[in-house]
C-alpha cells in the first residue's frame, strides 16, 4: 500500500543550523512527491514539488527513488522557517489524491 | 483572488446533531478534496471530487456526505455527530494533482 512516512515528530535546531527533514515513501509506481508547509495560524501551502527541481525559501529535496525518500533540507535554518511541514505523494491518474505523512514540526530556536 | 474559502472556521456541535461544512472555489479547478486533520496522525481524506456531478470515497469517508453541484462549490455534510469526528477539517482544490492543491483554511469542529 502506498504510505509516507515522517520518522520525527518534532526537530528542534538552532538558527544558522542546517536542518533535514526526513520523508520515506512506498508506492509501486512513479511517484509525483511534495512538500506542504503549515506556518502558525496560517493555511497549509505548497513548499516545492519534486518535478520542478525547485528551491524555495533555501529548500530544497531531491527524490531518491533507490532510498525511496524525499529529504527536505536547507543549509542555514532561520526563525521563521519554525512550523509544520508534511511530506507528501500523489497517486498519479485520474484523482490525483494526495497522501500526507503525520508531519514534523521544525522549531528554530535564536 | 480569494482562492479556496472555508466556513465555518470554528463550530461546536452536540453529539447527533447536523451541519454542513461549506467550500468554494473560484479557480475553476476540477478536482476538490475533503481532509481532516487530527493531532499527530496527518491529514486523512475523507471524499473528494474530480469534477462536478463525480464523488468518491477516500480513506475516512464513514459519517459523511458530500455532493458537487458546481463545479466551485463542494459541501461536506456530517448527518449524526460524534465525538470521533471533532478535527479540523480542511477543503483544497487543484487543477491537476501535479501542480500541487490549494487549500482552505480549516474549519475546528468540536462535538460534545
Known amino acids: 500500500a502506498q504510505r509516507v512516512t515522517q520518522p520525527e515528530k518534532l526537530l528542534s535546531v538552532f538558527k544558522g543550523a542546517p536542518v533535514e527533514l526526513k520523508c520515506n515513501y512506498s508506492?509501486?509506481?512513479?511517484?509525483?512527491l511534495f512538500w506542504y508547509v503549515q506556518y502558525s495560524r496560517q493555511r497549509l501551502q505548497l513548499l516545492l514539488r519534486?518535478?520542478s527541481r525547485e528551491s524555495i525559501k533555501g529548500f530544497t529535496a531531491d527524490l531518491n527513488k533507490g532510498e525511496t525518500s524525499f529529504h527536505l533540507k536547507k543549509p542555514f535554518a532561520q526563525e521563521e522557517d519554525s512550523a509544520m511541514y508534511y511530506c507528501a505523494l500523489s497517486e498519479k491518474g485520474n484523482t490525483d489524491k494526495l497522501i500526507f505523512g503525520t508531519g514534523t514540526r521544525l522549531q528554530v530556536f535564536p | 483572488n480569494a482562492g479556496v474559502t472555508q466556513t465555518p472556521k470554528f463550530r461546536i456541535l452536540k453529539i447527533g446533531q447536523s451541519m454542513t461544512l461549506q467550500c468554494t472555489q473560484d479557480?475553476?479547478?476540477?478536482?476538490m478534496y475533503w481532509y481532516r486533520q487530527d493531532p499527530g496522525m496527518g491529514l486523512k481524506l475523507i471524499y473528494y471530487?474530480?469534477?462536478?456531478?463525480?464523488?468518491d470515497k477516500g480513506e475516512v469517508p464513514n459519517g459523511y456526505n458530500v455532493s458537487r453541484s458546481t463545479t466551485e462549490d463542494f459541501p461536506l455534510r456530517l448527518e449524526l455527530a460524534a465525538p470521533s469526528q471533532t478535527s479540523v477539517y480542511f477543503c483544497?482544490?487543484?487543477?491537476?494533482?501535479?501542480?500541487?492543491?490549494?487549500f482552505g483554511s480549516g474549519t475546528r469542529l468540536t462535538v460534545v
Open positions: 483544497a482544490s487543484s487543477y491537476t494533482g501535479g501542480y500541487g492543491y490549494t
Open positions: 479557480m475553476n479547478h476540477n478536482y
Open positions: 519534486h518535478i
Open positions: 508506492y509501486s509506481g512513479s511517484p509525483e
Open positions: 471530487s474530480v469534477g462536478a456531478g463525480i464523488t
